[in-house]
C-alpha cells in the first residue's frame, strides 16, 4: 500500500441466465431458499437484489472485484472504502454517504454490517440505472448495467471502463467463493456482450511507455516527482489494499498524495503504469528516491487475491526491471514495503509467497498449468485422469459445482456438466466432448487478439482451438504464426470470416461450442 512522501444482445443474455439459474437448481446445487443464519451473505445479496431490482450475479460480481466478498470487519481500504461493496467517502467520492441517504440506514452501520452494506451498494447501483434511465426490461437484461456499474467504480474513461470489464469477466468466468464460516457464493459463468454505450470508445488504455506489456494510466502530476534525486537500486513489492481500477482512481485523485509506478490485477495479471520508471513515485517513503514500485491488486489478510497469475506476471516485470537498470534479484533489492527503511506497513504481508516469486524473478518456477493438453478426449462419467480434473477445475471456476476435483468423473461433475451444456445451448447429455471442451476452455472475456498478442487470453485461444479443430496448438500464450493459421482454420471450417483476428464473432462461435 503506498504512503505519501516525507513532509508532504440483451434478450438472449437474459434468458441464457435464467437457463443457467434453472440448470443449477435442477441439477441439485444449492438454492437460495435456505435459513438466513445458514447462508447469510446469499441471503444479503438475493434480498438487496429484489429490493432494488438488481440482477443478483452482478451485485455479487461487483462485490466480489472490490473485495472478494469480505468486509474487514469495518476497516477502511487505500481510499477509504469499507465492506463487502465497498462503499467509499473520500474527497471524490461519496457513495457510502449516497448509500445511507438512499436506504435510511446509518453510515456506521453501512460500514461494519454485511447485510446493511450490500443492501447499500444494492441501492447505489440502482440509483446509477435510474440516472442513465433503464426501464424495468432493461433492468433485467445484465448487459444493460455496464454503464452503472461503471458509474459505481468512481472513475471515468478508461479507468471506469477497466472497472466494469473486471466485473463483466467474473461475469462470464463465473465465481466460485467461499467466505468466512465457509459459505459459499456461486455465479454461473454466462456469455455476456455488455451494452457500453460512450465507454466503448474509452476501454483500451494506451500502451506503457516503459513496459511494452502494460497499459499506461497517468497518476495525478501531483502524486510524483518529475526526475529522480538518486539511481534506482531496488523494487518495492506492494499490496494495494483494494481493487485494481480502484487504486488506479486513486493514483489519479490529487488529494491522495500517493502513487506507485505498476498496478497488478489479481485475476488475469493485467499491469497498468502510472508514473514513468524515471520520474519519483510516492510509495515508500525514504526509499522513494531509489525504487520502482509494484502494487498488487488486494488485501494483506487475504491469500485469495495472490493467484498465480499474478505472481507470474509481477515476476516477468520485475525480472525486467531488475535487468533494465541492473538491479541485483535477490530479496536485498526486491523487497516488500515493510521491508524500507522508514515505514510502517506491513504489506505484503505473512501470505505473499516470497520463495515462489524470488523463483519466477530469476526465471525458474514454471510448471503444468493442468488444463493445457495436446488434444483433449471425451471424457464421461466413470472417465479418471488429469483431464477430468481439468474438467472439474473448469467447471469450478465458472460456477458449477462439480464437487471435489480429484480426478474422478461422478455423479456431481455429470451435473454439473449437464447444467453447464444447458446454459451454452448444448445437448445436455453429461459427456465432455469436442464441443463441450471447446464451450469449457474459452469461457471468459472476449479480448479482440490478433498476431503479436500475449498472455493468458491467448493461451486460453490456444487450448480451445486444440479441442475444436482436432489438432494440436501449443498453449504458450504467444499469439504467433502457428496460431493466426490456427484461428484462420477453424474460422474457415465455421463460415467465419478468415482473417485471423479473433473478435467477438469468433470467441461467440468457441463459447457457443462450434
Not at 371 to 392: I, M, N
Not at 409 to 436: H, I, M, N, Y
Not at 466 to 476: F, I, K, P, S, Y
Given at each position: 500500500m503506498s504512503r505519501r512522501p516525507a513532509g508532504h444482445t440483451r434478450g438472449r443474455a437474459a434468458v441464457l441466465a435464467s437457463l443457467t439459474v434453472t440448470a443449477l437448481v435442477a441439477a441439485g446445487h444449492p438454492a437460495t431458499a435456505v435459513p438466513a443464519d445458514e447462508n447469510p451473505l446469499n441471503q444479503a445479496f438475493e434480498r438487496a437484489a429484489g429490493k432494488f431490482d438488481v440482477p443478483r450475479d452482478l451485485l455479487a460480481a461487483v462485490g466480489y472485484g472490490e473485495t472478494h466478498l469480505d468486509g474487514h470487519d469495518g476497516r477502511p481500504s487505500q481510499d477509504n472504502g469499507f465492506g463487502v461493496m465497498h462503499l467509499v467517502s473520500n474527497p471524490s467520492s461519496r457513495s457510502l454517504e449516497k448509500a445511507a441517504a438512499l436506504t435510511g440506514e446509518s453510515t456506521d452501520d453501512l460500514r461494519k454490517d454485511d447485510e446493511t452494506n450490500i443492501l447499500g451498494g444494492a441501492a447505489v447501483l440502482r440509483s446509477h440505472a435510474d440516472a442513465l434511465g433503464l426501464d424495468r426490461a432493461e433492468r433485467a437484461d445484465i448487459d444493460a448495467w455496464y454503464p452503472a456499474v461503471a458509474r459505481y467504480s468512481g472513475a471515468q474513461g478508461p479507468v471506469a471502463a477497466l472497472y466494469a470489464d473486471t466485473v463483466y469477466t467474473f461475469l462470464a468466468q463465473g465465481l466460485r467463493a467461499t467466505v468466512a464460516g465457509g459459505e459459499r457464493i456461486t455465479v454461473a459463468s454466462r456469455p455476456v456482450s455488455p451494452d457500453k454505450g460512450p465507454l466503448a470508445k474509452a476501454d483500451i488504455a494506451a500502451p506503457s511507455p516503459d513496459y511494452p506489456p502494460a497499459l499506461w494510466v497517468a497518476a495525478d502530476s501531483g502524486n510524483f516527482a518529475t526526475g529522480r534525486t538518486a539511481a534506482v537500486d531496488k523494487v518495492v513489492v506492494h499490496v494495494t489494499?483494494?481493487?485494481?481500477?480502484?487504486?488506479?482512481?486513486?493514483?489519479?485523485?490529487?488529494?491522495?498524495?500517493?502513487?506507485?509506478?505498476?498496478?497488478?490485477?489479481?485475476?488475469?495479471?493485467?499491469?497498468?503504469?502510472?508514473?514513468?520508471?524515471?520520474?519519483?513515485?510516492?510509495?515508500?517513503?525514504?526509499?522513494?528516491?531509489?525504487?520502482?514500485?509494484?502494487?498488487?491488486?488486494?488485501?494483506?489478510?487475504?491469500?485469495?487475491?495472490?493467484?498465480?497469475?499474478?505472481?507470474?506476471?509481477?515476476?516477468?516485470?520485475?525480472?525486467?526491471?531488475?535487468?533494465?537498470?541492473?538491479?541485483?534479484?535477490?530479496?536485498?533489492?526486491?523487497?516488500?514495503?515493510?521491508?524500507?527503511?522508514?515505514?510502517?506497513?506491513?504489506?505484503?504481508?505473512?501470505?505473499?509467497?516470497?520463495?515462489?516469486?524470488?523463483?519466477?524473478?530469476?526465471?525458474?518456477?514454471?510448471?503444468?498449468?493442468?488444463?493445457?493438453?495436446?488434444?483433449?478426449?471425451?471424457?464421461?462419467?466413470?472417465?479418471?485422469?488429469?483431464?477430468?480434473?481439468?474438467?472439474?477445475?473448469?467447471?469450478?471456476?465458472?460456477?458449477?459445482?462439480?464437487?471435489?476435483?480429484?480426478?474422478?468423473?461422478?455423479?456431481?461433475?455429470?451435473?454439473?456438466?449437464?447444467?453447464?451444456?444447458?446454459?451454452?445451448?448444448?445437448?445436455?447429455?453429461?459427456?465432455?466432448?469436442?464441443?463441450?471442451?471447446?464451450?469449457?476452455?474459452?469461457?471468459?472475456?472476449?479480448?479482440?487478439?490478433?498476431?503479436?498478442?500475449?498472455?493468458?487470453?491467448?493461451?486460453?485461444?490456444?487450448?480451445?482451438?486444440?479441442?475444436?479443430?482436432?489438432?494440436?496448438?501449443?498453449?504458450?500464450?504467444?499469439?504467433?504464426?502457428?496460431?493466426?493459421?490456427?484461428?484462420?482454420?477453424?474460422?474457415?471450417?465455421?463460415?467465419?470470416?478468415?482473417?485471423?483476428?479473433?473478435?467477438?464473432?469468433?470467441?461467440?462461435?468457441?463459447?457457443?461450442?462450434?
Open positions: 489494499q483494494g481493487s485494481y481500477a480502484g487504486t488506479i482512481s486513486w493514483f489519479q485523485n490529487p488529494a491522495s498524495k500517493v502513487s506507485s509506478h505498476y498496478v497488478v490485477r489479481s485475476s488475469d495479471g493485467q499491469i497498468t503504469q502510472m508514473v514513468r520508471d524515471k520520474d519519483t513515485a510516492y510509495h515508500a517513503r525514504s526509499a522513494n528516491a531509489s525504487s520502482l514500485g509494484i502494487e498488487h491488486e488486494g488485501f494483506v489478510d487475504d491469500p485469495s487475491w495472490f493467484t498465480d497469475t499474478m505472481y507470474r506476471s509481477s515476476a516477468a516485470l520485475t525480472k525486467y526491471l531488475c535487468d533494465r537498470y541492473g538491479i541485483p534479484k535477490d530479496r536485498s533489492h526486491v523487497i516488500g514495503h515493510s521491508e524500507a527503511p522508514g515505514n510502517d506497513h506491513t504489506d505484503p504481508g505473512v501470505n505473499w509467497n516470497w520463495t515462489y516469486y524470488m523463483q519466477l524473478v530469476g526465471g525458474s518456477g514454471s510448471g503444468a498449468d493442468g488444463l493445457s493438453f495436446g488434444s483433449y478426449t471425451t471424457q464421461q462419467k466413470g472417465s479418471t485422469g488429469p483431464q477430468v480434473k481439468a474438467v472439474q477445475t473448469l467447471l469450478n471456476r465458472q460456477g458449477y459445482e462439480a464437487g471435489a476435483e480429484d480426478s474422478v468423473f461422478g455423479t456431481t461433475t455429470e451435473s454439473a456438466v449437464r447444467a453447464f451444456q444447458t446454459a451454452r445451448g448444448l445437448a445436455a447429455d453429461g459427456r465432455v466432448g469436442p464441443k463441450t471442451w471447446t464451450a469449457l476452455l474459452s469461457a471468459g472475456s472476449t479480448p479482440a487478439l490478433t498476431t503479436g498478442a500475449s498472455g493468458d487470453a491467448v493461451k486460453r485461444l490456444q487450448r480451445a482451438l486444440t479441442a475444436a479443430l482436432g489438432r494440436t496448438v501449443a498453449a504458450d500464450g504467444a499469439f504467433g504464426t502457428n496460431t493466426d493459421k490456427a484461428v484462420r482454420d477453424y474460422q474457415s471450417s465455421r463460415s467465419l470470416q478468415a482473417d485471423g483476428s479473433v473478435g467477438s464473432g469468433t470467441w461467440a462461435a468457441l463459447q457457443s461450442g462450434r
